[in-house]
């Protein structure tokens, strides 16, 4: 067996792709087609989701060098300016703990600010720089602006002044360094703080961001000659910032810069931030674009096959993907019904009320009909079910959860793990040829494991002292929806979505909030712009992973629903991590 060790955190990772390969190996699909609309957008998903390959997509200069056929198409489309913007996973653990060091001193606030303001304004300058700059080869001059020296030294001066930064060279790669420079020494400065430092005199912008963003635009579309140029901001990330700077961003959606677009990626939960927050808030389908990257199975199927087949493409494996992958062809749904009719009494019984306790051959078409909506039901129990109701010891899972479909399904279609676990099997499949059932077990089995393995890192504090990590609540919801179908009792329809009706589950929010924002839990919806409030995960309804199906023994279709109060037993539960803090946010992953 090809033995892989797999690191959940360390697969594909868009962040940190260069730009040319991001653009040979990105796919397009229908949540692009949304976010490359000129409206303000808020996407959300899980880790892994594809959120930062979709805002980068977007940037002027990765539109301009992307040289797919589909590519022009979009740089017709995609008329304003995309200025991508990560974020730096540390500013809101460090953002938090300076301002309970300094207690909330407004001098300290406005310099922590300042360290985000200045980050923007770089990336800003970046693209201003690039849509001027007559140096760089550009083969579609996307965007490209001609500018004489003399503007350039004029922009430069205007914003250089607004900016409060200082530029050796009067050009815009100038500006660029001035204000790296800038952002440094405030970052320097934040780190070597202390209680007697003297604030006054450091000298950095006044303004607040949305006003300093509008009146930036407003002089660089004076020099660019572009009156009415659209400008997009792609903020990545935006959980890992500090607060304050996420609830205008979306406030600004409503009543914002008209020549400004916001696009901002977040996590399915997030404590305190709100897009309905009051009547000024933006409103989904009417001032802005929502994207939900939860549950993306239909979406989903097309694109982890492009995907896949083009990761066995590099492989020199020019078949059809589904192809090398081994099946014996699902189960069996003959001999699931006549062995569990006999060796279950409760199926038989069930069977006998719905008059199709006879052999399976002997059933008429709409008896036949009422068992397939049981089919697989019936499959799982009947494999793991040895004759007088003890449990198989079965060393490997079901074959239900083998070939290519499967695979990706209990991927979520995550684009992060299924560039993973293909570049895996397609080695496997390069040297054998075909990837045999246990390889795909055993390699989904790898993933399930790192996946606990991160959850275990995250301390929770329940009043039961049941749960002492994340996963140990994981595990509760797997087990409960387990014995759903592998209880004493044979059930027709077993409970496999959870939801949030009473009141009680505000307990166990924050904890749902980070098992749903790394993907342990997923939302189901009904479409890729289903709208639901970050701040207010109670209307939603979710259920496990599938990459933990197989562990748990558990269907890969939707099932009804069961209240989480019912699964937790009404325990008060916080997440913290091992010093004691408080965590909701993704900054754990």
């Known amino acids: 067996m090809n033995d892989h060790i797999i690191n959940f955190n360390e697969s594909f990772n868009a962040k940190a792709t260069s730009k040319v390969n991001l653009c040979q190996d990105f796919i397009v699909n229908s949540h692009f087609d949304l976010l490359s609309t000129p409206n303000n957008t808020i996407m959300i998903g899980p880790r892994g989701s594809g959120k930062t390959t979709l805002l980068r997509m977007l940037d002027v200069e990765v539109l301009e060098i992307w040289d797919k056929p589909s590519a022009a198409i979009y740089r017709e489309k995609v008329s304003f300016s995309g200025v991508f913007i990560p974020t730096d996973r540390f500013w809101k653990t460090q953002y938090e703990r300076i301002l309970v060091k300094f207690k909330n001193n407004p001098k300290v606030i406005k310099l922590l600010e300042a360290s985000f303001i200045y980050h923007i304004l770089e990336c800003l300058a970046i693209v201003v720089s690039y849509r001027a700059s007559s140096t760089v080869d550009k083969k579609n001059n996307y965007l490209d602006i001609n500018i004489s020296k003399n503007d350039e030294y004029e922009l430069v001066n205007e914003l250089a002044a607004y900016w409060k930064v200082e530029p050796r060279i009067p050009s815009l790669r100038g500006l660029i360094i ?6 440094q020494k405030i970052s320097t400065i934040i780190t070597s703080l202390n209680e007697n430092d003297d604030l006054d005199n450091i000298n950095i912008i006044d303004d607040r961001l949305i006003g300093l963003l509008e009146t930036s ?58 897009i309905t927050k009051d009547s000024f808030s933006g409103m989904n389908n009417q001032d802005l674009t929502f994207i939900n990257l939860s549950g993306v199975r239909k979406e989903g199927e097309d694109f982890a096959k492009e995907l896949s087949q083009n990761i066995f493409f590099k492989y020199g494996l020019n078949e059809k993907i589904n192809t090398y992958f081994e099946s014996d062809g699902g189960i069996n749904k003959k001999n699931d019904f006549n062995e569990l009719i006999i060796k279950d009494k409760s199926f038989y019984e069930y069977a006998s009320r719905q008059k199709i306790n006879i052999s399976y051959d002997m059933l008429d078409d709409n008896k036949k009909a009422v068992y397939r909506r049981i089919q697989f039901n019936v499959h ?23 070939g290519f479909d499967k695979v990706c399904a209990m991927l979520e279609y995550n684009p992060r793990m299924l560039v993973g676990i293909m570049n895996i099997f397609a080695s496997i499949a390069k040297k054998n040829g075909v990837i045999k059932e246990h390889e795909q077990l055993h390699n989904i089995k790898n993933y399930a494991m ?27 919801i797997g087990n409960y929806l387990s014995n759903e179908i592998h209880g004493n009792i044979f059930n027709s329809d077993p409970r496999g979505t959870i939801i949030f009706d009473n009141e009680f589950n505000d307990n166990y929010i924050s904890a749902i909030g980070l098992a749903l924002n790394s993907g342990a839990l997923i939302i189901e919806k009904s479409g890729i712009d289903s709208f639901h409030d970050i701040d207010d995960i109670k209307n939603s309804r979710c259920r496990l992973s599938y990459i933990f199906s197989p562990e748990y023994k558990l269907l890969l279709n939707m099932q009804r629903s069961v209240d989480l109060i019912d699964i937790l037993n009404h325990s008060y539960i916080e997440a913290h991590d091992p010093s004691g803090i408080i965590y909701t946010q993704k900054e754990l992953f």
């Open 178 to 183: 001035a204000t790296s420079l800038k952002k």
């Open 217 to 274: 635009i407003l002089i660089i579309n004076q020099f660019f000659d572009e009156s009415d140029g659209k400008w997009g901001f792609l903020f990545d990330e935006l959980e890992l910032a500090p607060d304050v700077f996420i609830q205008p961003l979306i406030d600004a959606m409503r009543g914002g810069p008209q020549n400004i677009i916001f696009k901002l990626a977040l996590s399915p939960y997030h404590k305190g931030m709100s």
């Open 380 to 402: 799982l129990r009947n494999y793991y079910l040895k004759d007088g109701k003890s449990k198989a010891s079965r060393k490997r899972a079901s074959p239900y959860y083998v």
């Open 450 to 476: 790192s996946f606990k393995s991160l959850l275990s890192t995250i301390a929770v504090n329940s009043s039961s002292k049941e749960f002492v990590t994340l996963f140990d609540i994981i595990d509760k």
